[in-house]
């Protein structure tokens, strides 16, 4: 009788991603006396907030066995969007949000359809629909950056602190909340709604899902809608922090986006994964950049290393399904 496990694959490779955001921390606090600055750590947490809100987006679309590489110039298209509403419009700021997001949804149905019902790769869709939304968002602005000044409570989405004026020891901003909301309700739903059990699903076993006689089509279109739709949250974040929508940002980030979400256990090859596991993740990328920044390595050096992080932690994800 073999002797089993005490953990899951899963559940180890969670445990060993948090083991090295802790070394991580460990490290950078040892080498640079600024990193543990509570200006420092602010940013680490305003960073991560897009980062991981962008990283939940992705997380849906993995375990499905998808990928969206349009997740990061969809952000921009999204920030942009909400400046023609608040900016150009001058409509009020509910509307702007829920454009933000309705844009999000709108742009991920498109990449739903194109992929369940045109029968497209994944890739070679997302990667058209990140180029599209890249001249679109240059297109709309003008190539201009759209400044909220004339918006009042818009940097308030994530530069103010609720939780600060309540306890003004933890000064952590709204993004951070809003950041945290999301990750709640994205597990919620991953783990307690029919659509987190189709999305594990299609990840798992497409074919046996379709001979079952579920609307595959339909349930992929979900999946990519719901995961714009978050994307246009991570809009709003970055365009409230900066102030202003700029539509040459965003290329890039959904590297960033999907190493995290590997880093944190979901495979690349679907119907695994968790939103806990995406939290460490971006957790990590957040603070591996900003302590090599700290460092003052160069970002083409920083570029390099996030790379090979993606690589190794693919590699790993291959052990762990090989083991299993």
């Known amino acids: 009788m073999t002797k089993k496990s005490f953990l899951n694959p899963a559940a180890r490779q969670k ?38 809100v962008l990283a ?56 739903g359809v194109i992929i369940a019902k045109l029968k497209v790769p994944p890739f070679i869709a997302t990667l058209g629909m990140m180029m599209v939304l890249k001249g679109l968002s240059l297109v709309i602005s003008g190539t201009k950056p759209i400044y909220f000044n004339d918006t009042p409570g818009f940097t308030a989405i994530s530069q103010d602190s609720l939780i600060g004026e309540l306890i003004p020891a933890l000064p952590l901003p709204n993004a ?35 001979l079952s006689g579920v609307n595959v089509v339909f349930w992929k279109i979900v999946v990519y809608t719901l995961s ?49 596991g995406t939290i460490i993740g971006a957790f990590i990328m957040s603070v591996l950049t900003n302590g090599l920044r700290i460092l003052s390595v160069a970002q083409e050096w920083q570029t390099v290393l996030t790379g090979v992080i993606i690589v190794l932690a693919v590699y790993t994800d291959i052990l762990r399904k090989g083991k299993s």
């Open 176 to 210: 951070v909340l809003i950041f945290f909301i999301v990750a709640v309700l994205a597990a919620v739903v991953l783990n307690s709604s029919i659509v987190g059990r189709y999305t594990f699903a299609l990840g798992s076993n497409e074919e046996a899902v379709r």
């Open 56 to 111: 939940i987006a992705c997380t849906f679309v993995i375990i499905s066995a998808g990928i969206d590489l349009s997740v990061g110039t969809m952000m921009t298209f999204c920030a942009v969007m909400a400046g023609v509403v608040l900016t150009y419009h001058g409509l009020p700021l509910a509307l702007g949000v829920l454009g933000a997001i309705f844009f999000g949804a709108l742009c991920g149905f498109v990449n």
């Open 228 to 276: 714009g739709a978050i994307c246009g949250i991570a809009g709003l974040l970055i365009a409230s922090r900066l102030n202003s929508a700029q539509p040459a940002l965003g290329q890039g980030y959904e590297l960033d986006a999907i190493a995290a979400v590997v880093i944190g256990g979901t495979s690349l090859s679907g119907g695994a994964g968790t939103i806990l």
């Open 15 to 52: 445990l060993l991603a948090f083991a090295s955001l802790l070394i991580l921390m460990v490290y950078f606090s040892f080498a640079s006396e600024n990193f543990l600055q509570m200006d420092n750590i602010v940013a680490i947490l305003q960073a991560t907030a897009v980062n991981g």
